[in-house]
């Protein structure tokens, strides 16, 4: 018998068939059998018999059709506006849900939480498109930052500094310390399906660490150094710094205790001729400019062979950053991104 078309047969006509199908197996046909009969897949018939065997005729009858019942209580404008500002402003755990990112699945619960709404997840996944969301993967952000800090920073303690530095005539820079290693893994390698790459490099391991700083006009100051920073190191850059420069310098740095020790602190009193020093908000590395310098070496590293000894680690850190040093637009479109304009 040939196939049935099932969806264009009404909802009475395919119970008969179920029916049927339930008594040739009951009178001893094999399921393969029936399904020839019938003109469905066997399959079909073995799932027919299934929920007859746990719910008798009333397990064959067919479901409602149609949108289901939760899928008609749609959400208003003022209620897309609510769920819309509780996604952009917090994250699930903020808000008590047991979630660490915001997936269809978890608006889904925040929605019949906060408003005894249900909806289907893929009606869900409808409004998230329709509002202009999109997957994406989530920044870091310590949970020590304060907001409030952030904003005095941005709209009040900056521009303060900016327009200081203009009237004493001085240079803004923006610093930072970074470390790299022979076995960095930054970057990304073309390869069949199947077949990740393999990046050879040695077992044993050995770094080298670099303290920098950069300006918005592309100038780039570097110094590497053995070890964990301290105080003498710290102030052996500083020394590097003002002697390198015609203005005075206001460096913008990070709170590492270094930065705020005693013997910093004398030696930039004993020089605030030349040198002054200013510390973002705490946990705050997305709006140091020099974070991008890092970043920018680190990667420009993983392009390179892994290196075998020290020495040729430290040969690729210094040519990579003296190439940068060469490059001011490089660095100026460090300040492009939005975290940094504010700095530009």
């Known amino acids: 018998m040939e196939k049935v078309d099932f969806r264009t047969l009404d909802e009475a006509t395919r119970f008969e068939f179920r029916k049927r199908a339930i008594r040739l197996i009951e009178s001893g046909k094999k399921k393969g059998e029936v399904a020839q009969i019938i003109g469905v897949k066997a399959g079909t018939i073995s799932e027919w018999w299934k929920l007859y065997k746990e719910k008798g005729l009333q397990g064959v009858k067919g479901k409602k059709r149609g949108v289901r019942s939760e899928d008609k209580k749609l959400l208003n404008s003022a209620q897309e506006h609510q769920i819309q500002k509780m996604i952009v402003d917090k994250m699930p755990d903020q808000l008590k849900l047991s979630f660490a990112l915001w997936t269809r699945k978890v608006v889904k619960e925040l929605v019949e939480r906060e408003l005894g709404i249900k909806l289907a997840i893929n009606t869900m996944g409808d409004y998230l498109r ?3 969301f999109s997957p994406q993967r989530p920044k870091k952000r310590a949970y020590e930052q304060n907001d409030k800090r952030v904003q005095k920073w941005l ?4 521009p303060k500094i900016k327009e200081q530095a203009k009237q004493e005539d001085a240079e803004i820079h923006w610093g930072d310390e970074t470390g790299v290693n022979n076995a960095c893994n930054h970057g ?8 990740t790459p393999v990046r050879r490099s040695m077992s044993k391991r050995f770094s080298i660490n670099m303290i920098s700083s950069v300006t918005n006009q592309g100038q780039v100051r570097f110094m590497t150094y053995q070890g964990s920073m301290n105080c003498e190191m710290f102030i052996k850059f500083l020394r590097r710094l003002v002697k390198t420069s015609a203005r005075k310098i206001y460096l913008i740095l990070d709170n590492l205790r270094v930065h705020h020790s005693k013997p910093v602190k004398k030696w930039v009193d004993e020089h605030s001729s030349k040198i002054a ?4 908000p705490s946990y705050s590395p997305e709006l140091n400019p020099d974070e991008y310098l890092n970043c920018d070496l680190k990667y420009g590293l993983c392009q390179k062979p892994a290196p075998q000894t020290k020495e040729k680690l430290k040969s690729n850190v210094i040519s990579h ?3 940068l040093q060469k490059r001011p637009e490089r660095i100026k479109k460090y300040f492009r991104h939005p975290n940094i304009q504010y700095a530009a």
């Open 277 to 280: 020093l200013f510390f973002l």
């Open 188 to 195: 990304r390698s073309y390869a069949p399906k199947g077949r």
């Open 130 to 132: 329709k509002w202009g």
């Open 321 to 323: 950053m003296r190439l």
């Open 155 to 158: 709209k009040e303690a900056y």
